[in-house]
């Protein structure tokens, strides 16, 4: 009896523990613009959203990558621009999944999230800086008719550049051997052709020195291949610049007309 009396007492010191449980906190993210911070498919997202008239499209930019520092201090200036301009800037932390099959899914999630949920323009720009060039153009590839645009920042335009086979094929949920084998079927420079049958217009600015990102591997190939397949994509190339903060990369008034050109249906 004296046991069973013991038994109960914790159920229900585990029931009124239940009760009083904290409740799930809401994420944190520090962005550089004011904005909302939520949750999609479990993880980070974030929308700092642009005023616009009633009744008219609601433009925006997805970023990325959304890490947690990332946004960081450097693209408000860009940011800025965005919405005085009337564009929405969006992101969602996928992680480093570099361009995955998982990676992208979550991006799906965001998509109907901003579409569907919150009404924004079915044709997003997206915005890669470096490594959020695989997240980016890989997504693109899969989905030519819900991209404005893309424009990148030294962005990665091939897994097999960065981080390296070996590095990013758990991500893929492969060996780096498998990997490689099936590179053409996953690396965005391979993968071109979607995007430029629907004539999608790419942008990038990437230095010369380049040593982390090369640019003759990524933004140079990328614009070698997309023109030769009727795509449409300016190259816009700082000589003596390498993978840095350098203002440049982070104020280029040619990027941001770009990005609202496209955001906003122009």
Not at 125 to 151: E, H, I, Q, Y
Not at 155 to 160: G, L, Y
Not at 183 to 192: I, T
Request: charged share 20%; with cysteine; aromatic share 10%.
């Amino acid at each position: 009896m004296k046991e069973s009396r013991n038994g109960l007492v914790w159920i229900l010191i585990f029931m009124v523990g239940s009760v009083h449980a904290e409740p799930e906190q809401p994420p944190v993210k520090k962005l550089p613009l004011p904005g909302e911070v939520f949750t999609v498919a479990g993880r980070t997202a974030f929308s700092i959203e642009a005023k616009v008239e009633p009744g008219q499209p609601k433009g925006w930019v997805w970023y990325a990558p959304t890490l947690p520092n990332l946004p960081g201090p450097e693209e408000r200036w860009m940011f800025e621009r965005f919405t005085r301009a009337g564009v929405s800037i969006a992101g969602v932390d996928v992680g480093e999944s570099y361009g995955s099959p998982a990676g992208r899914k979550l991006f799906s999630d965001l998509y109907r999230e901003m579409t569907e949920k919150r009404g924004f323009a079915k044709k997003p720009v997206l915005l890669g800086r470096s490594r959020g060039g695989l997240m980016t153009l890989s997504w693109a590839a899969d989905n030519p008719d819900k991209v404005a645009a893309f424009a990148g920042i030294y962005p990665v335009c091939s897994v097999a550049s960065y981080p390296g086979l070996a590095k990013a094929a758990p991500a893929y949920g492969l060996t780096g051997d498998e990997l490689k084998q099936r590179l053409a079927e996953f690396d965005p420079v391979d993968c071109l052709a979607p995007l430029a049958k629907a004539k999608v217009p790419l942008f990038a600015i990437h230095g010369d020195v380049d040593t982390v990102v090369p640019l003759e591997a990524n933004s140079g190939l990328v614009k070698t291949r997309y023109q030769s397949m009727g795509g449409p994509m300016e190259l816009l190339v700082p000589k003596g610049q390498g993978h840095s903060m350098w203002e440049g990369f982070f104020r280029s008034e040619e990027l941001v007309a770009f990005v609202i050109q496209h955001a906003k249906g122009r």
